[in-house]
């Protein structure tokens, strides 16, 4: 049982957007900075989002992230099918004094 | 260019401590606000946060984990080590080091490969 709350699995057709939600509480999302991470099968993650909504160097702005109060968003806007991986938020939690992540989503671009 | 490797056995015994070790290169590991994170993540789950270190030695470890785990650094040979004791079958997993961009922003920005471990007698 994971933290934070993500939903097992989304999909969409290509061209769409998609948004994956992360859901937690006060003591880490609410106080904290989110993450976004891209995982495909076989590799390490990728940093996608930073401090909620900063991109890294080199990550296509069809990536984006927001939060509001205790629940972030990572939205993907013109899906390819090499977006089809999973996703995977995380943030402090200083109650626990730990980095929580979330249970993963999978995407599948139809 | 930074770039984290990480070495070890990939076969543990039950009861036995896993030693895990993440070698940087491209960036000291001294560079001043940076932590250094090991990640797991068990076959066909989510990621699970083991525990970070900053240079100094400051460290802080999953509770769920706490009691079993050891992060240790090695200034002079740009390392850091995960020793995680009295390992079963759930230990099983890849291991990932990471660099955590400052403390506590979970903005991990640079990943090793990971490293397979099976704890199997």
């Known amino acids: 049982q994971s933290v934070l709350t993500q939903p097992p699995s989304v999909s969409a057709a290509p061209g769409q957007k998609v948004t994956i939600s992360c859901s937690g509480r006060?003591?880490?999302?609410?106080?904290?900075?989110v993450s976004w991470y891209q995982q495909f099968p076989g590799t390490a993650p990728r940093l996608l989002i930073h401090d909620n909504d900063q991109r890294p160097s080199g990550i296509p702005d069809r990536f984006s992230g927001s939060k509001s109060g205790t629940s972030a968003t990572l939205g993907i806007a013109g899906l390819q099918t090499g977006d089809e991986a999973d996703y995977f938020c995380?943030?402090?939690?200083?109650?626990?004094?730990?980095?929580?992540f979330g249970g993963g989503t999978r995407l599948t671009v139809l | 260019q930074v770039r984290l490797q990480e070495s070890g056995p990939g076969l543990v015994k039950p009861s036995q401590t896993l030693s895990l070790t993440c070698t940087i290169s491209?960036?000291?590991?001294?560079?001043?606000?940076?932590?250094w994170t090991w990640i797991r993540q068990q076959p066909g789950r989510g990621l699970e946060w083991i525990g970070h270190?900053?240079?100094?030695?400051?460290?802080d470890y999953s509770p769920s984990l706490k009691s079993r785990v050891t992060i240790s650094v090695d200034t002079a040979k740009n390392q850091f080590s995960l020793h995680l004791s009295s390992v079963t079958a759930a230990d099983t997993a890849v291991y990932y080091c990471?660099?955590?961009?400052?403390?506590?922003?979970?903005?991990?920005?640079?990943w090793g490969p990971g490293a397979p471990v099976s704890v199997s007698s």
């Open positions: 491209g960036v000291s590991v001294s560079t001043g606000s940076h932590y």
């Open positions: 995380g943030t402090w939690d200083h109650g626990l004094t730990a980095v929580v």
């Open positions: 006060t003591s880490n999302i609410g106080d904290n900075y």
């Open positions: 990471a660099r955590e961009y400052r403390y506590a922003d979970t903005t991990f920005d640079y």
């Open positions: 270190i900053h240079y100094t030695g400051n460290t």
